[in-house]
C-alpha cells in the first residue's frame, strides 16, 4: 500500500493545463540551453579564446553534468518532493545562467556551464514526473506527453533560431541572460500552483557516489575520445582518460549492486523490456540529434558565411516540423503504441541524415539544409512521445522520477558521447582534406562525414524499437515496475 503522498492531488483541467504549461517551460529551457550556443559558438572562441576542439566543452560541461546527475536528480525528486525540487531545479539553472553570461574567460564559461547542467539534471526529470503524475488517464496522459514531447523536441530548433537573434542583434551573452526572468517567473508561479508530491522510498539515503562515479566515467570518456584529433589513439593522453572510464563505469557498477542501499539506477529496472528498448532508442536520437543541431550550425555560418542571424532564422522550419510531429505521435499513439511509431522515426530520421550529408563548399540553404532539416525534424518530433510513453509505462508512478532521469540521461549521454566522436571525426576528416582543399570545401566535407555517420547511429532506434512489446497503452496508469 503506498503512501498518500505518492500522488500527485487531483486538479481541475484549467490547473492541469497550467501546470503542464509550468512543466514544458521548464524542459524546453534545459533542452534550449543544448542547442542555444550553437550559433554563438564562432563569437564565443573569439572572445574566450577557445581552440576548436575546446570549444565542444561548451556545450559538453553542460550535457555531461546534466547527463551524469539525472537519474540522482530523479530519485531527489521522489525523495523530497515534485515541486520542491522543481523550484531547486529551477533556482540552480537560473543563477547559473547568469554567470555564464557574465563569464569573463573561457574556464568560467565550462565552469558555469556545467553547474547549469546540475540545475538542469534536476529540473528535468521532475517536469517528466509532474506531467505523468497529473495526467494519469492513458488518453489525455498521451496527449499531454506530446505537448511535453513537442516543448523537449522543439527546444533545440528553437535554441538555434533565438541564439541566432541574440547574438546578431545583442551579444552572445544575451543568450544566457534571457533565461533569468523566465526563471524568476517560473519560480514565482510555480510555487503556486505545483502541488507537492513524493514517490517511494521516504528516508532512503541519496546515492551520490552512483551520481559522482557516472558523471566523471562519463566526462573522461568524452575527453578522451576528444584527445584523438590531436594526439591519435596511441598516446597516453587518449588512451589514460578512456581507461579511467571504464574503470569508473566498473566502480558504478559495483556501487549500484552491492555498495548503495537506494542505487539511483537499479539495473534491474532495465531488465523491463519497454524501458531498454526505450533508453538505447533515446541514446541513439541524441547521438544523431545533438550533433546534426552543432554541424548544421557551424556550416552555415563557416561555410556558406551566414550570418548567426540569418543561421538562427533558417532552423524555423525544423522548430515547427519538430512540433508538428510530436503532436501527430501524441494522438495516435494511444491506437497504435509506441513501438510502432518508433520503428517510423528511425527510418525518417537515418534517411534524412543520409541525405543531409551531401554537404558542399559551393551549396546554399535551399539546396543542402532545407528539405533534410526539415524531415530530420519530423522524425525527431515523432520519436519523443513513443520513446518516453514507453519508458515511463514501464515502471509503477512511485519510480516516476528514476524512470524519468533514466530516459533523460539516455538522450544526454548518447548526445554527448556521439558529439564527442562526430566532432572528432569531423575534425579528422577537416584536417586531412585541408591540405589539398580550399578550407569551406575541407569543413563542408568534414561536417558531411559526421552527419553521414550520425545517420548510422539513427538506425539503432529502429533496433531498440523491436525491444518494446507491441500493443496499445492500457488505460490502467504505468506497468509494474
Not at 558555469?112 to 514526473?129: D, E, F, H, K, Y
Not at 551520481?211 to 598516446?235: D, F, K, M, N, R
Not at 563505469?249 to 519497454?274: G, Y
Request: charged fraction near 10%; charge should be positive.
Amino acid at each position: 500500500m503506498t503512501d498518500p503522498a505518492d500522488a500527485t492531488p487531483a486538479a481541475p483541467g484549467a490547473h492541469k493545463n497550467l501546470i503542464l504549461l509550468l512543466a514544458c517551460l521548464g524542459q524546453f529551457m534545459v533542452v534550449l540551453d543544448v542547442a542555444v550556443v550553437n550559433v554563438a559558438l564562432p563569437v564565443m572562441r573569439v572572445d574566450l579564446g577557445f581552440s576548436p576542439t575546446g570549444l565542444q566543452w561548451v556545450v559538453n560541461a553542460y550535457t555531461l553534468t546534466y547527463a551524469g546527475f539525472l537519474l540522482l536528480g530523479g530519485r531527489i525528486a521522489d525523495l523530497f518532493g515534485r515541486r520542491r525540487m522543481f523550484l531547486v531545479g529551477l533556482l540552480v539553472f537560473t543563477l547559473a545562467s547568469l554567470v555564464c553570461g557574465l563569464a569573463p574567460t573561457g574556464w568560467a564559461m565550462i565552469t558555469a556551464r556545467a553547474v547549469q547542467g546540475v540545475g538542469a539534471a534536476i529540473l528535468s526529470p521532475v517536469t517528466l514526473t509532474i506531467v505523468t503524475t497529473t495526467f494519469t488517464e492513458a488518453r489525455e496522459r498521451s496527449r499531454a506527453l506530446g505537448v511535453w514531447s513537442a516543448s523537449l523536441a522543439s527546444g533545440g530548433a528553437v535554441g538555434v533560431l533565438i541564439g541566432g537573434i541574440l547574438t546578431d542583434l545583442l551579444s552572445w551573452r544575451w543568450i544566457f541572460l534571457i533565461n533569468i526572468p523566465v526563471g524568476v517567473v517560473g519560480l514565482i508561479v510555480g510555487r503556486w500552483v505545483i502541488p507537492e508530491s513524493r514517490g517511494a522510498g521516504a528516508g532512503e539515503k541519496l546515492d551520490i557516489a552512483g551520481a559522482v562515479a557516472i558523471t566523471a566515467s562519463l566526462t573522461a570518456l568524452v575527453y578522451g575520445i576528444v584527445q584523438t584529433e590531436t594526439h591519435g589513439w596511441a598516446s597516453p593522453l587518449t588512451w589514460v582518460p578512456i581507461v579511467a572510464a571504464i574503470v569508473l563505469l566498473a566502480a558504478f557498477v559495483v556501487i549500484e549492486t552491492k555498495v548503495a542501499s537506494s542505487p539511483i539506477a537499479p539495473l534491474r529496472l532495465l531488465r523491463t523490456r519497454a524501458l531498454a528498448g526505450a533508453n538505447i532508442a533515446m541514446a541513439c536520437v541524441g547521438g544523431s540529434m545533438f550533433a546534426m543541431w552543432y554541424f548544421v550550425s557551424l556550416y552555415l555560418q563557416e561555410v556558406l558565411h551566414l550570418s548567426p542571424l540569418q543561421a538562427g532564422v533558417g532552423f524555423i522550419p525544423a522548430a515547427l516540423v519538430i512540433i508538428v510531429g510530436a503532436q501527430i505521435a501524441g494522438r495516435v499513439m494511444p491506437r497504435t503504441g509506441p513501438m510502432p511509431i518508433l520503428v517510423v522515426a528511425g527510418v525518417i530520421i537515418a534517411i534524412s541524415l543520409w541525405w543531409m550529408s551531401h554537404l558542399s563548399a559551393d551549396g546554399s540553404y535551399w539546396a543542402d539544409i532545407f528539405g533534410p532539416i526539415s524531415l530530420v525534424s519530423l522524425g525527431l518530433g515523432l520519436s519523443f512521445p513513443p520513446g518516453t510513453y514507453a519508458a515511463m509505462s514501464a515502471v509503477t508512478p512511485q519510480l516516476a522520477g528514476l524512470a524519468s532521469g533514466l530516459v533523460n540521461a539516455s538522450r544526454q549521454v548518447g548526445g554527448a558521447i556521439g558529439l564527442a566522436v562526430l566532432a572528432t571525426i569531423a575534425a579528422n576528416r577537416t584536417a586531412t582534406l585541408a591540405i589539398g582543399e580550399s578550407v569551406p570545401s575541407a569543413l563542408a566535407d568534414g561536417y558531411g562525414r559526421a552527419i553521414l555517420v550520425g545517420s548510422f547511429v539513427a538506425l539503432g532506434v529502429i533496433a531498440a524499437a523491436f525491444l518494446i512489446p507491441r500493443g496499445r497503452p492500457d488505460h490502467g496508469g504505468p506497468a509494474g515496475g
